[in-house]
């Protein structure tokens, strides 16, 4: 079967740290863009940040720049999104997502998604 799980939400104070494990299970992440979304409450779903699997290149929303930090452990099979500095606005269910292709696309690309980890950023 093939899934993705995210793990490391939590409830954290503005200012503080997370970092968000995506782990594959059934295929290998190498070959796959990873991508991270988020969706707010009463807000659609927003592409985070996202890592391609051709280079290795980076991307991130405006909004999240100079903050999040996407990375890959391909000995674990996992990508992981460091969040530093977070604010409340970063508040959010965050998705991990696998595209068979070797660049980030947008999130209709995407053949694989996880369940989400509730990310929380409140004093």
């Known amino acids: 079967q093939l899934q993705l799980v995210e793990s490391g939400g939590g409830l954290v104070q503005p200012g503080g740290s997370l970092r968000l494990s995506c782990a594959a299970s059934?295929?290998?992440?190498?070959?796959?863009?990873i991508g991270w979304f988020r969706q707010a409450p009463g807000k659609e779903r927003e592409g985070v940040s996202c890592?391609?699997?051709?280079?290795?290149?980076?991307y991130y929303a405006d909004s999240v720049k100079g903050r999040f930090t996407i990375s890959r452990d391909n000995a674990k099979n996992m990508v992981h999104l460091q969040m530093n500095s977070l604010k409340p606005e970063d508040t959010a269910v965050y998705y991990c997502?696998?595209?068979?292709?070797?660049?980030?696309?947008?999130?209709?690309?995407?053949?694989?998604w996880g369940q989400g980890t509730q990310v929380t950023v409140s004093s």
């Open positions: 890592i391609s699997s051709s280079d290795g290149n980076t």
């Open positions: 997502a696998a595209f068979a292709g070797p660049v980030c696309r947008g999130s209709s690309w995407y053949d694989y």
């Open positions: 059934g295929f290998t992440l190498d070959y796959y863009a």
